[in-house]
């Protein structure tokens, strides 16, 4: 065991990391944070005593790939995103592996409180799930949703750059962002919610806890509100209760300011897994 851990540090030094060559936003700042609640526990490589050298040196390649992909994701525009998946799609599905392992280890998933949520209000409400990964929302409530991402393996969801949606505008009641304010022009998704969101329809987003903490580095949580009120919404709720996500809701006005003043975004640093 300590002669792997050996080999994967060495490994680590060697090895270029081919995001970093990607990377537009050098400024983008790149805070390691462990999201694992059970800092003991394995996130990404979890061999059994039984698995082979193969298996576990299967888990960690892939537990690599996972980290790139991720990390790639959170220092890229939508538009670069959409673009790298579509020059290989195969790296979509093994973001998706890595993601439903490290959401194994949260005590609670966001997106099950978004459902909640949907299930303690009108099934009739229509949604708009931005950054649905596997379409999980839209499969376990009764509302009609338009689910969204970068490359569809359902026919259910719809692959695009979720800044430009092929949503009419003043369509949908609700929403949703969870864990999926990725890329370095998150505003964008977020003024594209505005465009299609009908008045009072609901904006309800779940973010990684990291990225809202300013001890750490993260981004301070008035200042996101705020822009996010300046853009043309009213705050209804801030639940910082989880340990792992905070979950932020918010209304579009009534009526909108004919005139939008210069909205100050602040930078949502990237998510970075920890290699284990
Ligand atoms: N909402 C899902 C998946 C979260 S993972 C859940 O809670 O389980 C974040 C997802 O956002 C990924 O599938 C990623 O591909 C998607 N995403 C990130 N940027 C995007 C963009 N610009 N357009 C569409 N989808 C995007």
């Known amino acids: 065991m300590e002669e792997e851990r050996m080999q994967s540090k060495k490994r680590k030094r060697n090895k270029p990391r081919k995001s970093q060559n990607n990377n537009n936003n050098p400024s983008h700042q790149k805070n390691k944070v462990t999201h694992e609640p059970n800092q ?3 996130a990404l490589v979890h061999p059994t005593k039984s698995s082979t050298f193969l298996d576990k040196m299967r888990a960690r390649l892939s537990g690599g ?6 990390e790639k994701l959170y220092t890229c525009s939508g538009k670069e995103a959409l673009d790298y998946f579509k020059d290989d799609p195969a790296l979509f599905d093994m973001y ?7 959401m194994s280890h949260w005590p609670e998933q966001p997106v099950n409180i978004i459902m909640k949520w949907l299930k303690n209000h009108n099934s009739s409400l229509v949604v708009a799930d931005f950054g649905c990964g596997d379409g999980r929302l839209a499969k376990n409530v009764k509302n009609k949703v338009f689910s969204f991402d970068l490359v569809s393996n359902d026919p259910s969801v719809i692959a ?4 430009k949606t092929p949503l009419d505008s003043s369509v949908i009641d609700v929403a ?9 022009n998150y505003q964008n998704y977020l003024k594209e919610a505005h465009r299609v969101l009908k008045p009072c329809g609901w904006l309800l987003i779940a973010e990684v806890k990291s990225r809202f903490d300013p001890n750490t580095g993260g981004a301070d949580p008035k200042k996101f509100s705020k822009a996010v009120c300046d853009l043309g919404f ?5 639940d910082y209760s989880n340990k792992m996500f905070v979950l932020l809701y918010f209304k579009k006005k009534d009526k909108q300011k004919s005139e939008m003043k210069e909205i100050e975004w602040p930078e949502l640093k990237p998510c970075l897994y920890k290699r284990r």
Not at 160 to 163: A, L, Y
């Open 65 to 70: 790939h996972f980290r790139m992909i991720n």
């Open 176 to 184: 949703v962002f969870c864990l999926s304010l990725m890329g370095t």
């Open 40 to 42: 003991s526990s394995s």
């Open 160 to 163: 695009c750059d979720m800044s």
């Open 234 to 238: 009213s705050s209804v709720l801030k």
């Open 96 to 102: 998706h592996t890595g993601y439903q392992e490290q």
